[in-house]
Every structure is written in C-alpha cells, then in structure tokens.
C-alpha cells in the first residue's frame, strides 16, 4: 500500500463516521506517524508504507472514529505557531485564544512585565506571550497537578523555562506577589450546558476546565476579585469569556472599580465551543 491508498482508506472511515474533516486528518495523522510535514507526505503519494506503519495508522484512525479529539491522539496541538505537547489532562488550545494573546502582546511589547496566569492548563498563554515578550517573566498556576506536568514540559520544550514557573496551586494559594498582567482562560460553560457541547469536547476534555457552575461566572468571579488584590494598580487584567457573558461580566468588573476603557480593548468575548 502506498501513501496515497492508505490516506483515502484512512479518510473513507472517518468520513463514514461524520467526521467532517476526515481527509485533513487522515493526512495529519500520517504526516505524524511517519514524522513528515504534511506538505512533504502530499508530494510522495507513490511511497510504499511499511506493514508496522498501516497498523499504527488504523489503531489511531479507529480512536479518531471514536470522536477523541486529534490533538490528544497526536499528543501535539499548534497554537502561535507553536508546537505544544496535549494530554486528556488539558484543555485543546483553540486558535480563537490566540487573540487574547495577540491583545496583551501588543500592549506589553518591549516591556519588563510580570505575568500570571490563572489556570494555565497547557501554558500555551503564558508560554506565546513570554515568547514574544522577552523582557517578561511569569507565574502559571493550575489545581490540576496533572495540567502543571503539561505545562512544564512545554515550558521546556520552547526554552522557557527560565523565565516562568509553573505552581499546582488554586486562587487563594497566590500572595506575596503583584502582577502587570493576569491572564486567565477560565472554564465558563454553565454545568446545563455541557451536554450541549460536541462529543469531541464533553466526552474527551477535562470537565473540571470546562464547567463554570449555574450561570457560568463561578470562576470568572474567584479570578476577578483575586485579581484585584494582586494586580498592579496600572495592570490589566485579560480573560476569555463565553458567549452573551460580556455584559454581566463587564459589571462585575466596574463593580470591583475595573477602568472603563479596559473593557473594551482587553477582555474577549469569545464562543469557542
């Protein structure tokens, strides 16, 4: 069998099990066993694959099939044209997050900052803005011990681990420090809704990332007052929320005397979901 017999095998079957990107993924998958960049495996459609290959393949197509996300089975999810290492024990960064990012890099360019970030899951906020920062250093912090290993590892993985450490700690566990920045993708869905979300999402990512209580706004809240007591009295605080929550979440933010002017050119209202 050759590349281009086993991509159109590999994309037959998840197209028989509606997965609507099936032959993107097909190619991904492959371009990943066989350590390819997805560009070089479609100029060598001819190649012969070995047996060991096909199986591998298969068994990974199946759990695709499955609906588990390909980020987790390829263990790798870009984000910032960034490679990072994923695990069921974090959220799949979503290109969508990359505004957020984008926002508060513009604004700190070329500065001395210290960041924090508030469940930090993979890094891969912190980790894209420190890199495009290089006077900034940082604190991520996450109640998942498991998530804090992840976020260790791609802070290895891109050289920075000089410049951020990574701490298993929930919101109360922060003090003696004060922050330039705090960013946080806090989890937002309200609990009602998590049987909405798709499968990929409620049965293969952490609940626990996920669910925001009733109205949504459980740790949105917890992250905003922390906030205020660690965040410079010039800093900014940076969250993604969900859908339809600005407007509740901007008069959270002018009741804990949050300026005006940062509500609108910082904070994200994002549907990622």
Same mark, same amino acid.
């Given at each position: 069998?050759?590349?281009?017999?086993?991509?159109?095998?590999?994309?037959?079957? /998840?197209?028989? @099990?509606?997965?609507? $990107?099936?032959?993107?993924?097909?190619?991904?998958? /492959?371009?990943?066993?066989?350590?390819?960049?997805?560009?070089?495996?479609?100029?060598?459609?001819?190649?012969?694959?070995?047996?060991? $290959?096909?199986?591998?393949?298969?068994?990974?197509?199946?759990?695709?099939?499955? #609906?588990?996300?390909?980020?987790?089975? /390829?263990?790798?999810?870009?984000?910032?044209?960034?490679?990072?290492?994923?695990?069921?024990? $974090?959220?799949?960064?979503?290109?969508?997050?990359?505004?957020?990012?984008?926002?508060?890099?513009?604004?700190?360019?070329?500065?001395? %900052?210290?960041?924090?970030?508030?469940?930090? *899951?993979?890094?891969?906020?912190?980790?894209?803005?420190?890199?495009?920062? &290089?006077?900034?250093?940082?604190?991520?912090?996450? %109640?998942?011990?498991?998530?804090?290993?992840?976020?260790?590892?791609?802070?290895?993985?891109?050289?920075?681990?000089?410049?951020?450490?990574?701490? @298993?700690?929930?919101?109360?566990?922060? =003090?003696?420090? &004060?922050?330039?920045? %705090?960013?946080?993708?806090?989890?937002?869905?309200?609990?009602?809704?998590?049987?909405?979300?798709?499968?990929?999402?409620? #049965?293969?990512?952490?609940?626990?990332?996920?669910?925001?209580?009733?109205? *949504?706004?459980?740790?949105?809240?917890?992250?905003?007052?922390?906030?205020?007591?660690?965040?410079?009295?010039? +800093?900014?605080?940076?969250?993604?929320?969900? =859908? +339809?929550? =600005?407007?509740?979440?901007?008069? %959270?933010?002018?009741?804990?005397?949050? &300026?005006?002017?940062?509500?609108? $050119?910082?904070?994200?209202?994002?549907?990622?979901?």
């Amino acid at each position: 069998m050759n590349v281009l017999e086993l991509l159109n095998s590999g994309a037959k079957a /998840l197209k028989q @099990n509606k997965i609507k $990107t099936h032959l993107l993924d097909s190619e991904l998958t /492959l371009s990943s066993l066989l350590k390819k960049r997805r560009e070089n495996l479609l100029t060598s459609l001819n190649e012969k694959v070995s047996k060991k $290959t096909i199986d591998s393949f298969e068994k990974l197509i199946s759990r695709r099939a499955n #609906r588990e996300p390909l980020a987790y089975i /390829l263990k790798n999810k870009e984000f910032w044209s960034k490679d990072f290492f994923v695990d069921r024990n $974090t959220l799949i960064p979503r290109p969508e997050t990359e505004l957020l990012c984008e926002k508060v890099i513009k604004k700190y360019k070329n500065k001395n %900052i210290q960041v924090l970030d508030i469940g930090t *899951g993979t890094g891969c906020i912190i980790l894209s803005i420190l890199s495009e920062i &290089k006077g900034a250093k940082g604190i991520g912090v996450d %109640i998942s011990r498991k998530a804090i290993k992840v976020a260790k590892k791609n802070s290895n993985k891109l050289g920075l681990n000089k410049r951020v450490k990574f701490f @298993n700690k929930s919101l109360e566990e922060i =003090y003696g420090y &004060k922050f330039d920045l %705090i960013v946080s993708n806090p989890p937002y869905i309200k609990t009602c809704d998590i049987k909405n979300l798709s499968e990929d999402v409620k #049965r293969f990512e952490p609940k626990i990332a996920l669910d925001g209580g009733k109205d *949504g706004l459980d740790v949105i809240k917890k992250v905003i007052y922390k906030s205020k007591r660690v965040l410079k009295k010039v +800093g900014t605080l940076a969250l993604e929320i969900g =859908y +339809g929550q =600005y407007y509740k979440v901007s008069q %959270i933010l002018k009741e804990q005397n949050f &300026k005006e002017q940062l509500l609108k $050119t910082i904070k994200i209202t994002l549907d990622v979901y």
